[in-house]
């Protein structure tokens, strides 16, 4: 594929349906190679839920000439946590680093929120998945079967200015002693 230029942005109402039209081709995509029954939730997603996730959530996108490629949302929680969700790219566009520059846009926006951990889930036999969080600073914290597939639970930690102040402070006080 040639280069491609294309721009990471807020997701708006009108990008509903090909947002839509991306979850459901890289989640049956998911499925599959995960090999999952199926992955109903994000199949059946509605257009006024996906309306609200938008008002509600950071939900980015990866726009190519006017055609939605890429998505992802990531919920911000009071805690100063984050779950990342609904990551996916087209099919024809993945391996093009469109993930790598979504997931960058991810990482600025939580380091200017403030954000300490963001998190999410993924099927751990998903062996490509799993190495590509690993690349972008993610480990695994958990698993679970509560979907009747292994899932891990993958958690970045994100260095805050409160992070370095803390430990400053730590430190101090150890010399203190």
Same mark, same amino acid.
């Given at each position: 594929?040639?280069?491609?230029?294309?721009?990471?942005?807020?997701?708006?109402?009108?990008?509903?349906?090909?947002?839509?039209?991306?979850a459901? =081709? &890289?989640?049956?995509?998911?499925?599959?190679?995960?090999g999952?029954?199926?992955?109903?939730?994000?199949l059946? =997603?509605?257009?006024?839920g996906?309306?609200?996730?938008?008002?509600?959530?950071?939900?980015?996108?990866?726009v190519?000439?006017?055609?939605?490629?890429?998505?992802?949302r990531?919920?911000?929680?009071?805690?100063?946590? &984050?779950?990342?969700?609904?990551?996916?790219?087209?099919k024809?566009?993945?391996?093009?680093?469109?993930?790598?520059?979504?997931?960058?846009? *991810?990482?600025?926006?939580?380091?200017?929120l403030?954000?300490?951990?963001?998190?999410?889930?993924?099927?751990?036999?998903?062996?490509s998945? *799993?190495?590509?969080?690993?690349?972008?600073?993610?480990?695994?914290?958990?698993?679970?079967?509560?979907?009747?597939?292994?899932? &891990?639970l993958?958690?970045?930690?994100?260095?805050? =200015?409160?992070?370095?102040?803390?430990?400053?402070?730590?430190?101090?006080?150890?010399?203190?002693?």
């Amino acid at each position: 594929m040639d280069k491609m230029t294309f721009v990471v942005r807020r997701a708006v109402e009108e990008d509903i349906p090909q947002i839509k039209e991306v979850a459901k =081709e &890289a989640f049956s995509l998911y499925a599959e190679n995960a090999g999952i029954a199926s992955i109903v939730g994000t199949l059946e =997603e509605t257009y006024e839920g996906l309306k609200t996730e938008i008002e509600t959530k950071l939900v980015l996108v990866a726009v190519l000439d006017d055609t939605v490629v890429g998505s992802v949302r990531v919920e911000i929680k009071p805690d100063k946590t &984050a779950y990342l969700s609904r990551f996916g790219v087209k099919k024809d566009y993945q391996n093009n680093g469109i993930g790598k520059i979504l997931m960058n846009a *991810v990482d600025n926006a939580m380091e200017e929120l403030g954000v300490t951990n963001l998190y999410l889930h993924t099927a751990s036999r998903m062996l490509s998945l *799993v190495k590509f969080y690993y690349g972008r600073g993610f480990y695994i914290e958990s698993t679970t079967k509560d979907r009747g597939y292994i899932r &891990a639970l993958l958690c970045k930690e994100y260095k805050t =200015e409160i992070a370095h102040e803390t430990l400053n402070n730590c430190y101090e006080n150890l010399a203190v002693v």
